[in-house]
């Protein structure tokens, strides 16, 4: 499945596995996704749950700051800042542009 | 008589809380610690009505689960305590996650207002709610107000008396889940009930089914010591490991799903949205202040600016109010004399008004206008910007962004940014940044730092002890994160949108953490000074000098006499400079020798209004932890960088 990205300063690849399923991080900034489920510790994983993201919920990456730093996410109109390390952590399937966003 | 009532505020982050617990009780409230914690107790009081209210400001949290302490604090205050009202206070423009509070507050059956703040931002931003919708959904009052202007505050305590004398009644929501979930927590429930009648006089069985099928460990630790409990606990476990096979994820995760599921609902059904949202000012703000590559530069500048207020703004006031409190001093003295003979006159006169004058010294010129500077920052939206930039750096010393902002206010003053610690998600990240925190030099490192390095050696070279101490910073913070044990905790934090910071709010902030500071730090060093004039007068001084001889002159290659110094700076740093002019004068002593003392003045450990923070924040243990390892820390570095300096530089 071959998707447009936006060029930003994250040069990694794009990886998606056979079922169209995404690493947080790997989102062009403007991408939306829908949370698939989150990986990790126990304490880290309900964290996310509370602060709304939960699996099924769909999320919109902001922004991404370079050389592995933070990323920013919309989610259920609040805006969060997740750790590197906490969003690769996330694994989204990638919703495809709509056509009139 | 005036009828008492005790009501709580309860909610998220951001949500424009602490505005509300302002507009109920003004300045009438005080800011202190719950008992035994690390997490900050506002109280106040207000009349009404022929009401005394006593409002309790719970910490902003997004949920009542075992994350924080923060989080256990409110559930037991909620459920324990059980004040006469609940004021949930939640975010116009953010219903849904904020909702999901209210449902745990419904869960633990507390008697419950609902306070819609923000309802301008929110409107700003094209969301209009029902609220009489939303309150039939939630079967509790929802008042709408806007914390800034205090619109809307009259009616919610109003409303607040009528429900604590029951002239309006509660038919709250009773949270139901799916079908699955429903059915194991009434399981669980009715077994609660039967084998555990004591903790069910706490808190509701319910609310105990749905947090023992959670894992909450806070619960399962209190319900250990019961009889009865090991069949509850056992049951629950596999009640939960059901749940988890059915939905492939971990149970807490499937009850916040489902406490989302509801939460969405509700808020669809209550929300409008008017007009399709425009780019605003604030959105471009945002954009351009976390920029991936505009974003730093602005970042510096912004510190940049804020230190240059301070410092020549702070400066010029000192000077001046150091020349009014010297000869108030004199003065005092000299009256002292008439009743006393020399050595009590002195005592008290250096001793205590000594004490007292430094501490005014310090804190109206420097951390008065940092505090004001804050709060804007804070107020504005900007900090979790900056936090968000400095994520990446703060990783290498095992903090995450949020570090950043204690950091930050410790380049005004150490006692503010210990306390603000606070912030920081667990045990293992506070003590990590509050050693941090010691090692940043304050604003009266800062004048020690260019009033002797700046001024005789070179500007240049103050600078780079900035870069140095950096450095410093970098390598024994690593050193600690890695000595630590437990695994570091990333970035996970709300950036609440920016909004025009309200002057009445930065004002008051400015006024509370004032009175804090004053609070913690002077009948600190008050004492500290009594006690070091105490030993002077007694001549103990000569042989400290004569002690620490070797220390001073063989290993750091200074004259012996600036040991003195060094000893007082602990009340307060900028000291060292001062008593090191009156006892030799500052153009003896070599380039290397000036460095020297300006990178030991500024590495050990702040000052004794510092350490009283730590004490507060920490226990003793850490804080005598952090004590040793920044004197240490001074004097090693120190040592080394005279006996490197005189290679290259003679």
């Known amino acids: ?101 | 008589m005036t009828k008492q009532l005790r009501i709580a505020l309860a909610g998220n982050a951001n949500v424009g809380k602490s505005a509300i617990f302002n507009q109920l009780t003004g300045l009438n409230q005080v800011v202190g610690n719950w008992p035994g914690k690390t997490v900050e107790r506002a109280e106040g009081t207000l009349h009404f009505k022929g009401y005394t209210i006593r409002v309790i400001d719970l910490p902003g949290i997004y949920s009542l689960s075992t994350f924080s302490m923060e989080e256990i604090v409110s559930r037991d205050y909620i459920a324990v305590e059980k004040p006469d009202v609940i004021v949930n206070v939640i975010d116009a423009s953010a219903l849904e996650r904020n909702l999901y509070f209210t449902l745990q507050l419904l869960e633990l059956e507390a008697p419950l207002i609902v306070d819609l703040n923000q309802v301008d931002f929110a409107a700003k931003k094209g969301i209009r709610i029902n609220i009489d919708k939303l309150s039939e959904a939630l079967g509790v009052p929802v008042i709408p107000t806007v914390a800034i202007t205090g619109s809307g505050v009259t009616e919610l305590l109003s409303t607040v008396i009528a429900v604590a004398n029951g002239e309006r009644k509660l038919a709250p929501l009773k949270v139901r889940f799916g079908a699955e979930v429903e059915k194991r927590v009434q399981e669980l429930q009715i077994l609660v009930e039967n084998k555990l009648p004591q903790i069910c006089k706490v808190y509701p069985a319910r609310w105990v089914a749905i947090k023992l099928l959670e894992k909450d460990s806070d619960i399962i630790g209190k319900l250990k010591n019961y009889v009865g409990a090991a069949e509850v606990l056992e049951h629950a476990e596999e009640l939960a490991a059901e749940l988890e096979k059915i939905h492939g994820e971990p149970s807490p995760v499937i009850l916040a799903s489902e406490r989302y599921t509801i939460a969405n609902k509700i808020a669809k059904a209550v929300t409008v949205f008017e007009a399709p949202p425009r780019i605003s000012l604030e959105q471009k703000i945002d954009s351009l202040t976390t920029h991936k590559l505009i974003g730093y530069p602005i970042l510096a500048i912004i510190i940049l600016c804020m230190f240059t207020l301070i410092f020549v703004g702070g400066s010029q006031l000192s000077a001046t109010l150091d020349l009014f409190f010297g000869a108030l001093s004199s003065n005092f003295e000299s009256w002292l004399l008439h009743f006393l003979d020399n050595t009590t006159a002195n005592l008290i006169n250096k001793g205590i008004l000594g004490g007292i004058i430094a501490g005014i010294t310090i804190a109206l010129p420097y951390i008065i206008p940092f505090y004001i500077i804050l709060a804007l920052l804070e107020d504005s939206g900007y900090l979790p910007r900056a936090a968000f930039l400095m994520d990446n750096l703060m990783h290498k010393i095992g903090l995450h962004g949020k570090a950043f902002i204690p950091l930050i206010i410790g380049y005004g003053c150490s006692v503010p940014a210990c306390i603000g610690c606070k912030i920081m998600e667990t045990e293992r990240e506070r003590f990590l940044a509050a050693f941090v925190v010691t090692l940043i030099p304050c604003a009266a490192r800062t004048v020690v730092i260019l009033g002797l390095v700046g001024r005789f050696v070179g500007l240049h070279v103050a600078l780079a002890l900035y870069a140095f101490d950096l450095i410093l910073i970098f390598i024994l913070g690593r050193i600690v994160f890695k000595a630590l044990p437990g695994e570091p905790v990333g970035l996970i934090m709300e950036m609440p949108p920016y909004k025009k910071p309200s002057l009445k709010i930065v004002l008051t902030k400015t006024w509370s953490r004032t009175k804090d500071f004053v609070y913690i730090a002077f009948p600190i060093i008050i004492v500290g000074s009594l006690t070091i004039t105490a030993l002077d007068i007694i001549g103990f001084m000569n042989y400290i000098t004569a002690g620490a001889r070797p220390l001073i002159s063989g290993w750091l290659g200074l004259p012996a006499e600036a040991g003195i110094p060094l000893i007082f700076g602990i009340l307060r740093k900028e000291l060292t400079l001062i008593l090191l002019s009156e006892l030799i004068p500052l153009e003896s002593l070599s380039a290397v020798q000036m460095i020297v003392f300006a990178i030991v003045t500024m590495i050990y450990i702040p000052c004794v209004a510092t350490i009283a923070a730590l004490l507060k924040e920490f226990g003793w243990r850490k804080a005598l932890a952090i004590t040793i390892i920044d004197v240490a820390a001074a004097l090693l570095v120190g040592g080394l960088a005279y006996n490197l300096l005189a290679i290259f530089m003679s």
């Open chain 1, 1 to 101: 499945m071959i998707r447009r990205r936006r060029r930003g300063l994250n040069k990694k690849k794009v990886s998606v596995d056979a079922n169209g399923l995404s690493v947080l991080t790997e989102l062009a900034e403007g991408e939306k996704a829908v949370i698939v489920r989150a990986s990790g510790g126990f304490g880290l994983v309900r964290r996310l749950a509370e602060m709304g993201l939960t699996p099924g919920v769909e999320i919109k990456l902001i922004r991404k700051c370079p050389f592995n730093g933070p990323v920013e996410i919309e989610v259920r109109s609040v805006t969060l800042a997740l750790g590197c390390g906490v969003a690769s952590r996330i694994l989204v399937k990638p919703l495809k542009d709509e056509p009139h966003d």
